[in-house]
């Protein structure tokens, strides 16, 4: 079952909330929109719903152009992230409502709803309002909903934002492992980079109206292909560098680069000047974020404007700290060129 | 929110110029009777204003600007409707204060005193004022006074009870909404309770304010009832409407005068519905509800001012009820039910008439603005904007002006709607298109609350346009739609000016009644009707009250 985006386009007056996105995804797959606040995600979402119009663009699913198929034709089952369950219904005629709409005989719309409320273990409240749930409930309900008419693809359009920490991680584990079992396409809007590195098969980073980049969690952290997915995905250190040089030093990267990049964990640190014949720069410490089994290490180096962050074990932290001299190491495999 | 839902789903770019047509065709069919039953008969009068032996031209208004007696009569609206508009905001301000920020007792039955007026006919005031201080009424007579009250004091001590409960319900509702926060940040200030009522209460209410002074303004100066029960030789632009066009049938005269009343009451309304807008602009999801605090100086004198206010608006009604059951008010004061036997030209029948108009008008009522209501919502076009705009213009048409247009625009054997002239579904009609904007923004609010989170829901999991508003906008619009039908049967069974025009020997209906009986001298039989009218609509929300009660809706307020 794929699902392709293609030079998809809209404006909103002025504003172009989406330019020119075009994206492939196949079938089974879980696939996560990252971005910012108002990059676009929520705005492609709705198209890929037909809940809105594309000025521009196509999206078919199996080659089949859906522009001209109204949301309620395309059997896709969206969860919003205000719940949206119907107050005047029961769970189970909310889940139900997608079968009740189609004019399933009665029997299999309460065998069909009592399934789905089983699958998401809320059989015991089957007969309860959406306002005698708590709001993880509710969004449990809204999954179940969505999923009752076997729809063809999955949108979740940050489902779990409205939750608390705690149902939110569980929450996140049980659409992952219900998204496995149906083997449902699906896509998920978030702005939680840890939501989308825990779940996603491959991440969508976006940036104002663009994709920025296209990958799977370990992809985009080794291999960022900008400076601004770098600093979205994880932390990273941003250095301009100069003819392979940064602060006189010369780096294993090509002439042509102007921007590199190193995560704190990746920045090698030596109490003293380090071994000789290697590439180091004399480094002074401004400041230590401990953070239990871990700690920031703030560093400031002659020649570079910004400081360098360097994360090392907590254990480890003390002997640096006390080193008359520092050392940093930059070591050449871990270097990301930027531009 | 985005415009665009699930079920227009060819792109803009696409549509064809017939597509275009096809999004305005529900506004058009919606509006069609608005422009039939309001746009219509208000050209009418507008027409007939300009009509003169010569033809067209300003001869009606020239005659009657070089009229002294007109320009005095001008002068006393003006001076009723002020004065009146005063007096009855100070006091429903009060009152409402009162009954929402202190903490004096009994607050839930002095806020059912406050709208009980609102249950009897539209000239009750003028009846209970006239039962107490008129010639044979009960003060002058038991001390032997000669306090004469007809005129102007008349009018304006019945016009300030008349338009207290409509002021209480706006200001209520503008003093109900307090964000507890900001109170706090003045005190913490050192700002004095005075000072933060100068300060956040008054600023925080000057919307509900300013709409109910508008409101108000509107009332007055369009009510013919009670001025013509107790404005003696006083005249009012409202009555020497009615002077003109029942007893001089000079309805050109008729129709200067009305447009004349139009035009200040079309500027209220236009002013009030403007500002009642930004009322709700003042409240954020994260205010915190104001709990207000004990102060025994400051509740007892609300607590006396309620009482004093509560015992005026008893008074009236209960010398009402207690004059229909006397003998003869105020000689022989036994007790007697033989006012109720209604042994006049009609009977009992205009009860019946106005309960069957008044059901008529709820069912009606509810339909035409819930569909306007619907359609602007869903069907977004140039011609829903023009569907907007006749849906409160109402708001601006006098009664009298409203029915006097349905004479002249309906009483015609070529017209269509002739067919139901003089029978009482015209009269229902005119109590549908007369209220129209009131209800309409009542359901436009509740729709517009609705529709937004539930109908993309409804559309992604397969639900037509048709099945979402069957299974979820009705349901959930039910208890409104019902507060809205309440609303048209209340307003049907007590409404004068809308129907004054329109009734026969045949159809009349008991607020009518009222009127005659009182302008014959009839007052305990005037009285008796009176107490009928208010029995039925008790009786009414009671059952409906009971009814949503049993049906798990609670918070429905049905008394709007
Ligand atoms: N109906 C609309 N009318 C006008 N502009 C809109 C509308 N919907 C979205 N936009 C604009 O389009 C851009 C993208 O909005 P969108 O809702 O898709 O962002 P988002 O990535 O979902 O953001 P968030 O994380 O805050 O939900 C924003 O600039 C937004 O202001
Ligand atoms: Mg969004």
Redesign the pocket.
């Known amino acids: 079952m794929t699902l392709a985006l293609s030079h998809v386009t809209k404006r909103?007056?002025n504003?172009v909330?989406l330019d020119d996105i075009s994206l492939t995804i196949e079938r089974g797959e879980f696939i996560c929109f990252l971005?910012p606040?108002?990059?676009?995600?929520?705005?492609l979402l709705r198209i890929i719903a037909g809940l809105e119009l594309a000025e521009e663009g196509t999206v078919t699913l199996e080659d089949r152009d859906l522009s001209e198929v109204p949301a309620r034709h395309r059997n896709f089952g969206v969860v919003f992230q205000s719940y949206s369950l119907f107050p005047n219904m029961t769970a189970a005629r909310n889940v139900g409502y997608g079968l009740e709409c189609r004019g399933r005989p009665r029997a299999e719309i309460e065998a069909r709803a009592a399934e789905m409320l089983r699958i998401v273990a809320l059989s015991d409240h089957a007969h309860k309002l959406p306002s005698q749930l708590s709001g993880g409930q509710q969004q449990r309900v809204a999954l179940a909903r969505a999923l009752a008419p076997d729809p063809e693809v999955l949108l979740l359009d940050e489902p779990l934002s409205a939750l608390d920490a705690k149902v939110r991680e569980s929450l996140r584990l049980e659409i992952r492992d219900l998204q496995r079992r149906l083997g449902i396409t699906t896509i998920m809007?978030t702005?939680d980079q840890e939501e989308a590195l825990t779940m996603a098969d491959r991440i969508v980073v976006m940036d104002t109206g663009r994709i920025a980049q296209i990958g799977t969690a370990r992809e985009l952290y080794d291999r960022p292909a900008s400076r601004f997915v770098a600093e979205f995905i994880g932390r990273m250190n941003v250095l301009p560098v100069a003819g392979g040089r940064l602060a006189g030093l010369p780096l294993a990267v090509p002439q042509g680069a102007t921007l590199i990049g190193i995560r704190p964990e990746d920045v090698r640190l030596h109490a003293g000047e380090g071994p000789p014949g290697r590439a180091i720069l004399p480094a002074r410490l401004t400041n230590t974020i401990y953070l239990g089994n871990l700690a920031h290490l703030v560093l400031s180096v002659e020649g570079i404007e910004h400081e360098i962050v360097a994360e090392v074990p907590g254990h480890a932290c003390k002997a640096i700290a006390d080193a008359p001299q520092i050392g940093l190491e930059l070591p050449a495999e871990t270097i990301k060129v930027l531009a | 929110m985005?415009a665009l839902t699930a079920d227009r789903a060819a792109p803009a770019v696409r549509r064809s110029r017939r597509n275009r047509l096809a999004a305005m065709l529900p506004a058009v069919v919606v509006g069609l009777p608005l422009i039939l039953f309001v746009l219509f008969p208000l050209a009418h009068i507008l027409g007939r204003s300009f009509s003169t032996p010569d033809g067209f031209g300003l001869a009606n208004y020239a005659a009657m600007l070089g009229n002294e007696r007109f320009l005095r009569i001008t002068w006393n609206s003006f001076a009723v409707t002020l004065v009146s508009a005063a007096v009855a905001i100070v006091m429903a301000y009060a009152f409402a204060y009162a009954v929402q920020r202190s903490t004096m007792p009994l607050r839930n039955l002095f806020r059912m005193i406050a709208v009980l007026p609102l249950f009897a006919p539209s000239l009750v005031q003028a009846q209970g004022l006239v039962l107490l201080f008129g010639r044979n009424g009960l003060i002058n007579r038991s001390f032997g006074l000669g306090i004469d009250l007809y005129g102007y004091w008349g009018i304006v001590i019945a016009s300030v009870l008349y338009v207290f409960p409509y002021a209480f319900l706006i200001l209520s509702a503008a003093l109900a909404v307090a964000d507890a926060r900001i109170y706090e940040s003045a005190e913490m200030l050192g700002a004095s309770k005075w000072r933060a009522f100068r300060t956040v209460t008054l600023p925080a209410t000057r919307y509900g304010l300013a709409a109910a002074i508008f409101v108000c303004f509107t009332l007055v100066i369009t009510d013919f009832g009670n001025p013509m029960v107790i404005g003696g030789d006083y005249t009012v632009l409202a009555s020497e409407v009615y002077n003109q066009v029942i007893g001089q049938a000079n309805f050109e005269m008729g129709t200067v005068i009305g447009m004349v009343l139009l035009i200040p009451a079309a500027i209220a309304a236009m002013v009030e519905k403007r500002v009642s807008a930004k009322q709700y602009a003042l409240i954020s999801e994260h205010s915190r509800p104001l709990v207000p605090q004990k102060d025994r100086l400051r509740d007892l004198a609300l607590l006396a001012v309620a009482v004093l206010i509560s015992a005026a608006i008893l008074s009236i009604v209960l010398v009402v009820v207690f004059a229909s059951f006397v003998h003869l008010w105020p000689y022989r004061m036994t007790f007697s039910l033989r006012h109720y036997a209604f042994d006049v030209q009609n009977g009992i029948q205009p009860l019946w008439n106005s309960i069957y108009v008044s059901v008529m008008a709820a069912g009606i009522g509810v339909v035409a603005v819930t569909a306007a209501a619907y359609v602007i919502e869903k069907f977004p076009s140039p011609a829903a904007r023009g569907l907007y705009f006749l849906s409160i213009l109402p708001a601006a048409v006098p009664g009298m002006v409203l029915g006097l247009g349905y004479i002249l625009a309906f009483n015609s054997p070529s017209n269509p709607v002739y067919a139901i002239y003089g029978t009482l579904v015209i009269i229902a009609i005119a109590n549908v298109y007369y209220y129209h904007a009131h209800g309409f923004l009542i359901s436009g609010t509740s729709i517009k609350q609705i529709s937004g989170r539930f109908d993309e829901a409804s559309a992604t999991l397969g639900g037509s346009r048709r099945q979402t508003f069957a299974k979820v906008t009705l349901p959930l619009l039910f208890p409104t739609l019902v507060g809205i039908a309440v609303f048209f049967f209340m307003r049907s069974m007590v409404t004068l000016s809308a129907v004054i025009f329109l009734i026969t020997p045949n159809t009349q209906v008991a607020a009518v009644s009222v009127l005659y009986l009182q302008d014959r001298g009839a007052t305990n039989q005037a009285a008796a009707f009176s107490v009928c009218i208010i029995a039925t609509i008790m009786a009414v929300l009671l059952a409906v009250r009971l009814l949503l009660n049993a049906m798990g809706h609670r918070n429905v307020s049905l008394i709007r």
């Not at chain 1, 606040?37 to 705005?43: F, I, Q, W, Y």
Request: aromatic share 6%.
């Open positions: 909103f007056g504003t909330a971005g606040s108002g990059c676009g995600k929520t705005t809007v702005h | 985005t």
